[in-house]
């Protein structure tokens, strides 16, 4: 005869905490993208070049506040290759992998787990962020070492950072998951190329005709560079208008890419 109450069972069965869920798949998503050599040399290598390229070598004409040399370009060039850093990760690297994950049937599979598309993407961004802190940390050595002075303070720094991610991020996922993977392969890589010359990475926006200028300071990277660099060079505070260039970016491009994600 047994003596346990009828109908209760351990381990209980079903799904884990949402949060849990999530933070299982952020680790899983961080080590993916820390093993990808491709993904290493997109948000790694690149970034490094251009800050140290740029800044050694007299390529573009850039604002500075003191005599030209290579301490004085770095600070210019320094914020805008952070923002070049978010946009490799968040759009670049990660459209171009989610796009290939719908292709060979891995979001199929998550797709019949019990975690929710929205979840997905915010494991997804959480592990973009672990990456970008790398990131930061890694272009700041290299800055450093090549005389940069930063001025302002690091919240300013820290929400755009945040903000940028977000946008990007929702863009990436919104292009991988409607999109065919090779046309993502192209477009994200062709994106890139695109905003690393007209976002205000490397070259000054007052470098373009002024209705050009006006359309490439609405763009996230360009609004991202700006606020980055109000802060980071001119020591300024927290720059609103370019932050709530990219808030009204993260809004709807990640409302777009919960709405029409599509898992395969």
């Known amino acids: 005869m047994t003596t346990g109450i009828?109908?209760?069972?351990?381990p209980h069965p079903g799904a884990a905490p949402l949060p849990r869920m999530i933070a299982a798949q952020a680790a899983l998503e961080t080590r993916m993208l820390l093993r990808h050599g491709e993904q290493l040399l997109l948000t790694v290598v690149i970034p490094t070049l251009v800050l140290v390229l740029f800044s050694a070598v007299q390529i573009v004409?850039?604002?500075?506040?003191?005599?030209a040399g290579a301490g004085a370009r770095v600070d210019f060039l320094?914020?805008?290759v952070l923002a070049l850093a978010?946009?490799?990760?968040?759009?670049?690297g990660q459209a171009i992998s989610t796009g290939f994950e719908r292709?060979?049937?891995v979001l199929k599979r998550l797709a019949?787990?019990?975690?929710?598309?929205?979840?997905?993407?915010?494991?997804?961004t959480c592990a973009v962020l672990v990456t970008e802190l790398l990131q930061v940390l890694l272009l700041s050595v290299v800055a450093f070492?090549?005389?940069?002075?930063p001025q302002g303070g690091l919240l300013a720094v820290a929400l755009l950072l945040v903000a940028g991610t977000a946008a990007f991020s929702g863009l990436g996922l919104l292009m991988a998951g409607t999109l065919r993977a090779e046309a993502t392969l192209a477009a994200a890589n062709l994106v890139f190329v695109l905003l690393l010359v007209g976002g205000g990475v490397i070259?000054?926006?007052?470098?373009?005709?002024?209705?050009?200028?006006?359309?490439?300071?609405?763009?996230?990277?360009?609004?991202?560079?700006?606020?980055?660099?109000?802060v980071l060079q001119h020591g300024a505070g927290m720059p609103w208008a370019d932050l709530g260039v990219l808030a009204g970016w993260a809004v709807l491009s990640l409302g777009a890419a919960a709405r029409f994600f599509r898992w395969e």
């Not at 009828?6 to 351990?10: I, L």
């Not at 978010?86 to 670049?92: D, I, M, N």
């Not at 070492?145 to 002075?149: E, Q």
């Open 6 to 10: 009828e109908g209760t069972f351990a």
């Open 61 to 67: 004409d850039v604002p500075v506040r003191t005599a």
């Open 78 to 80: 320094a914020p805008g």
């Open 86 to 92: 978010v946009l490799s990760t968040a759009f670049t």
């Open 103 to 105: 292709r060979y049937g």
């Open 112 to 124: 019949a787990s019990p975690l929710p598309r929205w979840a997905l993407m915010t494991a997804k």
């Open 145 to 149: 070492t090549l005389g940069w002075s």
């Open 203 to 230: 070259v000054p926006l007052s470098r373009f005709p002024g209705p050009l200028r006006t359309v490439l300071e609405l763009l996230p990277v360009s609004a991202l560079s700006d606020g980055l660099r109000q």
